[in-house]
């Protein structure tokens, strides 16, 4: 379990440098950012000062080398657009994103798994093709739609919630969470919603199909032979067996709702991370970017790393080597 | 206990598939009494594993019992709600299956597994119930039963595993277990140690024991009395010593022929030409007719079970004492 | 059993079996056939701005324009026709969709299948990059390449490509290398015959099924990653209105009551992104072994 460990450990370093180094490199060929940040009519010396300012007129690895340097002590430089640390630009707006992205994933999963196996334990009954059917819904309509007709039925028509924005925090350990006021909650109920209704699909198609499968193999039947309960073969046995696939792409998936948040941020106007990097991209503010992607990055590794981690405590047959 | 333990009467259990009606059990009876150890012979096909879950109404559909009555200590099983045979599955009736390895979840431990079907049927302390399944390995030949709890099923060689399978069978000490090809997957060495274990547990604890399998040699050696099965019906049953020197259906005869033990060093082995109808087909005349060598006008039409004790579904049976 | 059947008779006798499946199909048959004839039967041509008069803009449903005829579905914030420029968007969608999805088909399949074939470490190389991608949502692979190349057509084509290819390497990869070790394989290669004409002859049939269940997934994801990145603004220019534009172009006049210039446009995308995906499910529910009772 340790080399294990120490190898995915390995792993994910390499992956860290190879990203930075594919993030620096394609960030640099992207238009010349002094365009953005100065009027094409301004004095050549002024031009200068801010070449220098910004350290854009020194040698592609140099610049390299100093990021990587500044990276590792957490200074990602300062945003050419707002101008204050990146770092705390992008820490500001973090709790934001991390909380709305928490709640659609557990809500899309303890929703979304129950449902699932319901649909693949009677796979026939009415109520399990509703169920699929609306999975289809959700699997295949681009998430900004989804967020459209949310805001449509629910904040214009019905006017039950708001549309946009984040509503009040509370604060913990210095950071604000709105998830503690109800004035928060209904501000994040429907961008979450939005959030939670891709992963939402996918869990329950992963765990019908895994309950359908599964259904069938002779575990069930031994069981049933052994007199076991329904209930319980599908709580011990068929939720043990489909927790697999469903861990691994619930790790996965988390990856991808992370980036969804980009949208729904977006149309929700969230002041998230995700705003952030589109916003950032649209005005070419580098750092801002470099930083954004240098820390999904991490994340994305860390995730993988766990999910890893909590598939060998599940099945026992990967903890350790096989048995004679 | 006065009376046979299980009587199976005209049981049809036909599948209604998309491609068609796939009758894969005719016309079967049988009855067992307790202690008794029948084995039920056929090749693949000839329906001798769907007779089995049938008794333990583990068919799935599109399967169903169809005709004929089930008598579990004088009890009737046809048409019973599945809650009824639930409690009866596991407790009074048993089942072992072929491979252990796709019977057993091998995601959960070997204790958890037998304590589950102690607890379908009983209300234990878990410590209790801990204490019964450590028991029941022992009993089977496991060693250090209460250390092996926490064992995982990739953890045991397959005979062991199959012995952990027979002591889940063997929990509630029921009157009848059926077990489907228990040693086909086991290394052949592995197979004697198996069959003498069920032939001192039966014996000790008075249980029936059906024993269905292809392999008529495995069979004699255990069996008191056998029952043949070819495409959907029993052909001919009675003891076994009876039935192994003085086959009288041509099906059998052909088994017996085939045996590899029967031939003669040096000459090509015996075997039936053609091939058994598949699951499908069902026939008008009797099935074995296309294979047999003393066919004639008469086989056109299905011959009955004729016989007390000793019986032969065939129109021109061999007679007592004759040799080909 | 009956007559011998063809695979792909029998294939189109199950698919006719799901009812929704061959709606499905008659929907997306239907969307491309109006996508092809969208210049001859739209009636008004969107991207001829001579056309357009601002007193046209942000009309309803069945209003007669300035230029003699109805706006079945009124028009938009630049006073363009809504059915005309649907049409056009749905071309477009389709043809990001179906050229992204073939050069990623050839690309991936191409990659997974020669790494199947060749093996070891390049195998083992070349499998752990497709992991690594695969891993790496989509629309975050789009946005960065999209932020890199800038904004055009062929540059939307090659972010659309990057982000799905990695789909098709390792379903190839998968049921290639399942291929490759069975037996007939084996033989063949031990044969003088070329390595190339055993990839073709054997390999790519069975191949073949998988990679055509991933490909209409990918279609439908592809269409609806660019119609995303056209609605954040990063996707086709300006100067041919994709669905996902025509949508965000509308979202500000959500809240106002003038709902149609984004929500018809999102139904003929939804649409068709759901007609594709059912069929999609259909033939990948026929080619799953383990579902045949």
Redesign the interface.
């Known amino acids: 379990m340790l080399a294990f460990l120490v190898q995915r450990l390995l792993q994910a370093m390499a ?1 860290m440098i190879a990203m930075s180094l594919l ?1 620096f490199v ?2 640099h ?3 010349n950012p002094i365009d953005v940040l100065i009027a094409p009519d301004v004095p050549q010396n002024i031009r200068l000062e801010t070449i220098a300012l910004y350290g854009l007129d020194r040698p592609l690895w140099e610049q390299y080398a100093a990021f990587v340097g500044r990276l590792l002590r957490g200074d990602f430089g300062r945003s050419f657009v707002f101008n204050v640390p990146v770092l705390d630009l992008i820490m500001g707006r973090l709790p934001a994103t991390l909380e709305l992205v928490l709640i659609a994933t557990l809500g899309a999963t303890l929703v979304g798994v129950p449902l699932g196996i319901y649909a693949g334990y009677k796979p026939d009954s009415v109520v399990a093709k509703s169920i699929m059917a609306l999975s ?2 959700g ?7 989804i967020g ?2 949310l ?2 039925t629910f904040a ?1 028509n019905l006017e039950w919630l708001p ?1 946009g924005n984040r509503g009040e925090t509370v604060d913990i350990f210095g950071v604000g969470w709105s998830f503690l006021t109800l004035d928060g909650l209904k501000h994040m109920a429907l961008p979450a919603l939005n959030l939670s209704f891709f992963k939402l699909a996918m869990m329950i198609r992963l765990a019908r199909a895994g309950t ?2 599964v259904m ?4 069930v ?9 329904e209930g ?1 073969i599908l709580r ?2 068929v939720l ?2 489909i ?2 696939p469903i861990v691994t792409v619930f790790g ?1 998936e988390l ?2 709702t ?3 948040a ?2 729904t941020e ?2 929700f106007s969230w002041p998230g991370v995700g705003r952030l ?2 916003e950032s ?2 005005v070419l503010d580098r750092p801002v ?1 470099v930083a954004y ?1 240098v820390l ?1 990055a991490l994340l ?1 590794i860390l995730i ?1 790393l766990t999910v890893d981690v909590v598939y060998a405590l ?4 990967l903890r350790q080597a ?3 | 206990m006065s009376g046979p333990v299980l009587v199976v009467d005209g049981l049809a259990t036909h599948f209604f598939t998309k491609a068609g009606v796939v009758r894969a059990v005719n016309d079967v009876s049988f009855s067992l009494a307790a202690g008794e150890v029948l084995g039920i012979v056929g090749e693949s096909g000839s329906g001798k594993s769907v007779t089995g879950f049938s008794v333990l109404g583990l068919v799935d559909p599109p399967g169903r019992i169809v005709a004929g009555s089930i008598r579990l200590e004088g009890q009737e099983l046809v048409g019973q709600p599945q809650e009824t045979l639930r409690t009866l599955r596991g407790r009074r009736m048993s089942m072992i299956f072929q491979d252990p390895l796709m019977t057993l979840n091998p995601v959960v431990s070997i204790g958890d597994q037998i304590v589950m079907a102690i607890e379908a049927h009983e209300k234990v302390s878990r410590a209790a119930a801990r204490d019964r399944a450590a028991r029941a390995l022992t009993r089977v030949g496991i060693a250090n039963a209460a250390q092996r709890l926490d064992s995982f099923p990739h953890q045991f060689s397959g005979g062991m595993r199959q012995r952990v399978a027979i002591a889940v069978a063997l929990l509630h000490r029921p009157a009848v277990v059926i077990a489907d090809e228990p040693t086909t997957a086991l290394d052949v060495s592995i197979q004697a140690q198996i069959l003498a274990e069920m032939r001192a547990l039966v014996a000790e604890s008075g249980t029936a024991l059906v024993w269905i399998s292809h392999d008529l040699a495995v069979v004699s050696a255990l069996a008191d009395r056998i029952a043949v099965m070819y495409a959907g019906r029993i052909v001919e049953t009675g003891a076994t010593s009876d039935i192994i020197l003085n086959a009288r259906h041509h099906y059998t005869r052909g088994l017996l022929g085939s045996l590899p033990s029967q031939g003669v060093p040096g000459a090509d082995l015996v075997q039936i030409p053609g091939a058994p109808p598949s699951l499908g087909q069902s026939s008008v005349g009797c099935a074995f007719a296309p294979r047999c060598r003393f066919v004639d006008e008469a086989c056109e039409v299905m011959p009955d079970l004729v016989g007390d004790g000793r019986q032969t579904r065939c129109h021109h049976p061999v007679e007592a004492g004759a040799r080909p | 059993m009956s007559k011998q059947d063809s695979p792909l008779a029998l294939f189109w006798r199950e698919f006719a079996e799901s009812r929704i499946a061959v709606v499905a199909l008659g929907v997306v048959a239907i969307i491309i056939i109006l996508a092809l004839a969208a210049p001859l039967i739209a009636p008004q041509d969107p991207y001829d701005l001579a056309n357009l008069s601002l007193s046209d803009a942000r009309r309803p449903p069945g209003y007669v324009g300035s230029n003699g005829y109805v706006h079945w579905l009124g028009t938009d914030a630049n006073g363009r026709d809504l059915l005309s420029a649907i049409l056009y968007g749905l071309r477009i969608s389709l043809q990001m969709g179906l050229v992204a999805g073939a050069i990623s088909l050839c690309l991936g399949a191409t990659l997974g299948i020669a790494a199947a074939y060749l093996g070891g470490r390049l195998e083992a190389l070349a499998m752990r990059i497709v992991d690594l991608q695969l891993s790496f949502p989509a629309i975050l692979l789009a946005l960065v390449l999209v932020a890199v190349l800038g904004q055009g057509k062929t540059q939307l084509i090659i972010a659309l490509i990057a982000s799905q290819y990695a789909y098709f390497a390792r379903t190839a990869h998968g049921a290639a290398s399942a291929e490759r070790s069975k037996d007939y394989v084996e033989a063949a290669l031990a044969t003088p015959l070329p390595g190339w004409r055993i990839v073709f002859k054997h390999l790519l049939p069975n191949v073949m099924p998988p990679l055509i269940v991933v490909a209409t997934v990918q279609v439908a994801n592809s269409i609806a990653l660019e119609a995303t990145l056209s609605f954040l603004g990063l996707g086709l220019p300006v100067t041919e209105p994709s669905l996902g534009m025509l949508i965000s172009n509308g979202f500000q006049y959500m809240m106002s009551g003038r709902t149609w210039i984004s929500v018809y446009p999102g139904i003929a995308l939804i649409v068709l992104i759901v007609a594709i995906n059912l069929v999609g499910d259909q033939i990948r529910d026929q080619f799953n072994p383990r579902l045949k009772r």
Request: charged share 15%; hydrophobic share 60%.
């Open positions: 992956v993030v394609g960030v060929f992207i238009g289809i819904l699997f295949s309509v681009p998430t900004f739609w459209i007709i805001i449509l214009v549309a359908r499968e069938l193999t002779d575990t039947k031994f069981a049933r032979a052994a007199g076991l309960t319980t011990r046995h043990k067996l927790a697999i996965l990856g991808s992370l980036a969804f980009v949208v977006t149309i990097i589109i991209i649209t970017m992607l999904v994305f993988n599940i099945d026992p047959r096989p048995a004679r």
